[in-house]
Structure formats: C-alpha cells, structure tokens
C-alpha cells in the first residue's frame, strides 16, 4: 500500500470518530431539550408580580433579614426599575443565609461583592438560594441584567457583621436593614 493511501485510510477513520462524536452531542441535546421542555425544573415558585409588594412574603413589611426560631437567617428583598429593596442588607458572617427574591418588573439580578452570591431575578418567579459569607465587611451589591435606562444606577449594600453582633441585633421575628432613616 502506499503512503498515500495509508493517509486516505486514517483519515477516514477520523472522519468516522468525529461523525460519531457530533452525532453524540446532538442527540443528547435533542433528548435533553425534550425532556426538559416536557417537564418544569423542580423547586420552580412563582408568584403574581402585580401584587406581590400588596400582601404575602413580599409586602413592605416582611422585606430584609431576619431570624427564624430554628436560628435559619432569611433575607426577602424585591427588584424594581431601578432600585433594590431593601437598599442595605445585613447579615452574618459564617452563618448560613437564605436569600429570597424576585422582581415586579423587569428581569434583574445581583452579586454581592466578590462572593457567589449570585441570582437573577425574573418577574412572576421567587429566586432562592442559600450562601455563607466568609469576610465581613461592607459589599457592593450592583444589579447585573440589563433592565433599562437606569441599570448602570441600581445597586445595593450588603453588610456582613460578625456573627455575634448580628445575633445581638436580631430580635426574635423582626426584620433587619441597614437602611439610614
Ligand atoms: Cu436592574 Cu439592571
């Protein structure tokens, strides 16, 4: 056989891998997105943005931090164009905290800091995720989706408090902020 033809062969024989290997992946995104598009993803809350800030988990009362009789901290916030609320969070370094929060508008998210505290936040839909913070400190807490002319202006402050002087703060069943009134 010559050479050429030893070439002609072995690359066939790639050519059959890499078919193969394509052929793979689309199947598996055809199985997936079918699968996934027949059933809702698990854990999925929703809720009426016309009238969430009006009464329930959402309304005006019930927004910031606060500590559960189980010792769980839970944080209720809202996004609106183009404001967080409320604007200044508190929570406890090295505790567990659980955010909850959604949006009566547009689609917005945030980050806190350099820490993967990191949510979208989509009108109709209550996001929820739960994060320990590390370092305490004074965090930045920008939106980062695109929501409109005053996006690059929306954003809030997250302060991180040693554990024991957030417990000192916290009152049985009282929401916490940092907001100055
Ligand atoms: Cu809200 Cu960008």
Redesign the pocket.
Known sequence: MSAVNVAVLAEKRWAIVVGVIIAAIVGIMVVTGLHWSSMPPSRVETIDPRTLHISGEFAEGNLGTSVGSDGKVVVRLI????SFEPQCLVVPAGLPVTFRGT?TD?????IVGKTNANVM?IPGYVATFTTTFRKVGDELM???????S???A?WAHVQVLPPEEFMRKAKAGERMSCVRR
Do not use: N
Request: net charge negative; charged share 5%.
């Open positions: 996004a609106q164009q183009y949006s547009a689609i917005h998210g945030f936040l920008p939106c980062h989706e695109y929501c409109g005053g996006h690059a929306m």
